[in-house]
């Protein structure tokens, strides 16, 4: 066996090309990326793991998983990429690969589900973490309190009678118990497994024997299986209000020099709603930690406008608030903003826009970093160089803007 290299840890996203319930589903759009795309930002987004692959029989697989920073280093044998393949040869076969071709070896390996996309920030390095606290243990899986508890599940014989799944020494007949009294019972879920080369190679086993649990905020929990799993999920990452690892074709996405930040006003500043009485007049709702944001940047020196395709006299006494220039019943945006670049003489290298819908595209394309809000039109994300983790009216903007204060070293300026 090849030395462990400590501190190496090694990503492995299992994705296969022939799926049987939702055909090429790991290349599919997925609220606007791949599916496979999310378990590559998971990897790549954590602090502690070393390098990412995908392990595949595809070359399109391939070619997508290398699009968004992962490395495609080998093809999966057909032997090893059946319907009833489990995931063990999958991951010796990556080792022996990497052991033989590069005399490399990792200190732990660690396996992201494409089918369960919906991950909170930090998990990985969380798992990790923990596992390495526990040099005994072999391996550590991602857990979520189960729904049901399983000592009140029954089987039923060829009779047709019912005897219990589970029995206690403790409790008689737990089918009967209170839930209280009942012990906690776990779900495993495919956010995240991490394991030993040691566990995989010598005990040949995907877990060993000492499994750590990381306790997973149930609200994540998707396994995308049938297309009736893959709506689901994709409401639950677009509307589902959680802070969710998203792909992003670029580090930052920022560019090196900042001379203007465009914002959209609808979906972007308010969360898309309006409301209006019967005489006609419309409110809307609008969060005072982006008036903040925008007030920030303004100190620090940076110079911010509204583009709206509204013509609304909202829209004009918000931003008048936040002292804001707005540009309002802007039906071709990019026309407009390419004008109002060529006016200032501004290079749109050096522009920042953030918009939330098919209206805004035009612009993307003018600028040095197209950024959207969380609930963004999923037409829209595949071309954003940025999604933030907040929806529109709920803090997307001061996101945006604490996002340049820290990159561009502004912090100071604007206080």
């Known amino acids: 066996?090849?030395?462990?290299?400590?501190?190496?840890?090694?990503?492995?996203?299992?994705?296969?090309?022939?799926?049987?319930?939702?055909?090429?589903?790991?290349?599919?759009?997925?609220?606007?990326?791949?599916?496979?795309?999310?378990?590559?930002?998971?990897?790549?987004?954590?602090?502690?793991?070393?390098?990412?692959?995908?392990?595949?029989?595809?070359e399109e697989i391939a070619a997508v998983a290398q699009e968004f920073g992962a490395e495609a280093p080998f093809i999966r044998p057909a032997e090893f990429a059946q319907d009833t393949t489990p995931d063990l040869p999958v991951f010796v076969h990556a080792l022996a690969w990497f052991r033989q071709a590069e005399g490399y070896l990792p200190e732990m390996v660690v396996q992201l589900r494409p089918t369960t996309p919906v991950r909170?920030?930090?998990?990985?390095?969380?798992?990790?973490?923990?596992?390495?606290?526990?040099?005994?243990a072999d391996s550590l899986r991602a857990v979520?309190?189960?729904?049901?508890?399983?000592?009140?599940?029954?089987?039923?014989?060829q009779q047709g009678e019912m005897s219990a799944l589970l029995t206690l020494k403790h409790i008689s007949e737990p089918y009967n118990a209170p839930r209280q009294q009942l012990p906690p019972t776990y779900w495993q879920t495919g956010h995240l497994d991490i394991i030993r080369p040691s566990t995989l190679l010598e005990k040949n086993s995907?877990?060993?024997?000492?499994?750590?649990?990381?306790?997973?905020?149930?609200?994540?929990?998707?396994?995308?299986?049938?297309?009736?799993?893959?709506?689901?999920?994709?409401?639950?990452?677009?509307?589902?209000?959680?802070?969710v690892v998203r792909p992003q074709k670029r580090a930052f996405g920022l560019p090196e020099r900042l001379d203007l930040v465009v914002f959209d006003f609808d979906g972007v500043f308010t969360d898309n709603r309006v409301w209006v009485d019967q005489n006609g007049i419309e409110?809307?709702?609008a969060s005072r930690e982006d008036g903040m944001g925008i007030s920030l940047l303004k100190n620090a020196g940076v110079e911010s406008i509204v583009l709206s395709t509204e013509t609304n006299p909202v829209v004009t006494a918000r931003c008048k608030k936040m002292e804001l220039p707005v540009y309002q019943g802007v039906e071709a945006k990019g026309q407009v903003l390419k004008n109002l670049l060529a006016?200032?003489?501004v290079s749109g290298e050096n522009v920042i826009y953030l918009g939330n819908d098919?209206?805004?595209?035009?612009?993307?394309?003018?600028?040095?970093?197209?950024?959207?809000?969380?609930?963004?039109?999923?037409?829209?994300?595949?071309?954003?160089?940025?999604?933030?983790?907040?929806?529109?009216?709920?803090?997307?903007?001061?996101?945006?803007?604490?996002?340049?204060?820290?990159?561009?070293?502004?912090?100071?300026n604007a206080k």
């Open 343 to 345: 006016e200032r003489g």
């Open 144 to 157: 979520v309190p189960s729904g049901q508890n399983p000592h009140k599940m029954w089987r039923i014989n």
């Open 206 to 243: 995907m877990t060993g024997d000492v499994i750590l649990p990381l306790v997973m905020d149930p609200r994540y929990t998707v396994d995308i299986d049938t297309p009736n799993d893959w709506s689901q999920a994709e409401w639950l990452i677009r509307y589902g209000g959680l802070e």
């Open 120 to 136: 909170p920030p930090g998990c990985v390095d969380q798992g990790i973490r923990l596992l390495q606290a526990r040099p005994d």
């Open 283 to 285: 409110q809307i709702a």
């Open 1 to 58: 066996m090849a030395e462990i290299r400590v501190g190496e840890i090694l990503a492995v996203i299992p994705a296969r090309g022939g799926s049987k319930s939702i055909p090429r589903k790991n290349i599919l759009p997925f609220a606007g990326y791949p599916l496979l795309a999310y378990s590559i930002a998971a990897a790549l987004q954590s602090d502690l793991v070393t390098r990412t692959i995908v392990s595949t029989d595809d």
């Open 358 to 412: 098919v209206n805004d595209l035009p612009c993307f394309r003018l600028v040095g970093c197209a950024a959207v809000v969380a609930d963004a039109h999923p037409d829209v994300l595949p071309y954003a160089d940025l999604v933030l983790s907040k929806p529109g009216g709920f803090g997307a903007v001061r996101e945006l803007c604490d996002l340049i204060l820290e990159n561009y070293s502004l912090k100071e």
